[in-house]
């Protein structure tokens, strides 16, 4: 056995998206402990840091120590009680995943269904609300990373709060790359992931609660059924203020570079990072066109960030994938799912949301199909 020294890829798949320099050389600083004072210091900037990003005043704001599957488990744990009734949008795979944690939490899942590749229709979840007016949440997905389709959070969040409705949002894909406003829409409950459009390295999840939500949490009648997505107890680490006290061990050296991420996210501005992934988006866009390559997703729901194109007639799919890695180190995604074979899923995210990169992945494109 020798070291592992991997090849250098450009990522742009599905995530996890390129990482700055920055990021990665913060990584490799010296691991300190997790309660260090000086640690600790750098756990307030991150929340402070989140809360700027989620657009929030939210007091719990803090990156659970593992991938978006788990700050998803963590809000649909600590939110769904035996017997709750949830309404859950699935317009692709992450909305399926939702339906199955609250099931797995004796939840009942009311289920909103759009055809794959459109975004989430508000006047349906309109409907299921009227028809289920016991039910105590929606819970959605912002950016679907398996199709590229945004869905209009602003809008189902007014409905679910008209209807006494929790909100529980999937925002991996979309935190850093479009507009996201946890205050201003009224979301009560949003997870997040480190490895799309921050560009950081995979295995943290960015959470927020507001207090309409951590209140359904407190007055739970059924304990937390996981110890270490309890919110309750994740706060005596993670909380304001409070002498910190040993929860678990907090993966040190991926904090670092998360927090190098958001500083460099507050340094370019949300705007701006918003702006650039447009720009990058409209870029493929224009370069894919005289391939004759189209889009699945309608011009008005599409993710800039997650671009997913239909593959030509006649050109075989693992081939062009395989090439692109072999021949010019770069990674595009496959289809997920109902959309396998289909398409591919060119992601724009992050640090690979940049105008040298797109034009890299076009001229490689066009070198292996002609
Ligand atoms: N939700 C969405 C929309 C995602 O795209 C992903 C991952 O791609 C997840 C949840 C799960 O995140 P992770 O793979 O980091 O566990």
């Not at 056995?1 to 700055?20: A, C, K, V, Y």
């Not at 794959?116 to 929606?138: L, N, Q, R, S, Y």
């Not at 061990?249 to 190098?260: C, M, S």
Request: glycine share 8%; hydrophobic share 40%.
């Amino acid at each position: 056995m020798q070291s592992f020294n991997p090849p250098i890829r450009t990522l742009m798949g599905p995530g996890p998206s390129d990482i700055h320099p920055r990021v990665l050389s913060a990584m490799a600083r010296p691991t300190i402990g997790h309660l260090d004072p000086a640690f600790v210091g750098m756990m307030d900037e991150i929340k402070e840091l989140l809360k700027y990003a989620f657009q929030t005043e939210n007091a719990l704001t803090m990156p659970v120590s593992a991938p978006g599957s788990a700050g998803m488990e963590t809000c649909f744990v600590n939110l769904v009680e035996p017997g709750d009734k949830v309404i859950v949008c699935i317009n692709g795979v992450f909305g399926g995943r939702m339906k199955e944690n609250i099931e797995r939490f004796g939840g009942e899942a009311i289920v909103v269904e759009d055809e794959w590749g459109t975004a989430v229709t508000p006047a349906k979840v309109e409907a299921a609300c009227k028809a289920h007016p016991d039910a105590k949440i929606v819970a959605f997905v912002h950016a679907e990373t398996s199709t590229g389709a945004l869905s209009d959070a602003e809008t189902i969040c007014k409905i679910a709060q008209d209807n006494d409705c929790l909100t529980i949002v999937d925002a991996v894909t979309s935190l850093g790359g479009v507009e996201l406003k946890v205050d201003a829409w009224g979301i009560d409950a949003i997870y997040s992931g480190t490895q799309k459009c921050l560009s950081c390295v995979p295995g943290l999840s960015p959470v927020s609660f507001n207090e309409k939500a951590l209140d359904k949490v407190r007055n739970r009648t059924t304990k937390v059924p996981s110890w270490f997505m309890d919110l309750n107890l994740v706060m005596g680490y993670w909380g304001q203020g409070a002498k910190r006290a040993y929860h678990h061990t907090a993966p040190v050296n991926t904090l670092y570079a998360l927090h190098e991420s958001l500083v460099m996210l507050k340094e370019e501005g949300l705007e701006a990072s918003h702006a650039r992934h447009a720009a990058a988006h409209q870029q493929l866009k224009a370069g894919l066109k005289p391939m004759g390559i189209d889009f699945v997703v309608s011009e008005t729901n599409r993710l800039p960030q997650l671009n997913t194109v239909i593959i030509p007639e006649g050109v075989d799919d693992a081939e062009v994938r395989s090439r692109l890695l072999n021949d010019y180190n770069l990674e595009i995604g496959s289809g997920l799912g109902a959309l396998a074979g289909k398409v591919w899923r060119i992601g724009l995210m992050g640090d690979s949301a940049r105008k040298e990169k797109v034009l890299f992945c076009l001229a490689a494109l066009k070198e292996v199909l002609d």
